[in-house]
């Protein structure tokens, strides 16, 4: 699952606990991890996406603020910063990989 699913995932389901739905409901599919176990929160989750992406002007997608952040030089995207040396592969950590996967899942849930 990418990682601006997961940020989706994780923005809905803050969202549901603070409207006091059990965390059990919450418990995502071990098979697919895009949908819950309960089937009653899927529909909800599929309207929260919906309402979320939905709300963004035409040519806008949504990208986790860590990455937002990391381009601007204010923090790390997966334990890296701006300009740093990669970890195992020969040069820079290369971000835009990263991007192109983000840009991707949103054009997947439109």
């Known amino acids: 699952m990418s990682e601006l699913n997961d940020s989706i995932h994780a923005a809905f389901e803050k969202f549901a606990l603070s409207k006091g739905w059990e965390a059990k409901h919450l418990k995502r599919s071990e098979k697919n991890q895009g949908h819950y176990d309960d089937w009653g929160v899927q529909p909800e989750y599929l309207a929260f996406k919906a309402a979320l992406t939905s709300a963004l002007p035409e040519g806008y997608v949504v990208v986790p603020v860590d990455f937002a952040k990391f381009l601007l ?38």
């Open 73 to 110: 030089g204010e923090g790390k995207f997966n334990g890296y910063e701006f300009e740093d040396m990669h970890q195992v592969r020969v040069g820079k950590f290369w971000w835009r990989s990263d991007l192109r996967a983000m840009l991707a899942a949103a054009q997947e849930g439109e």
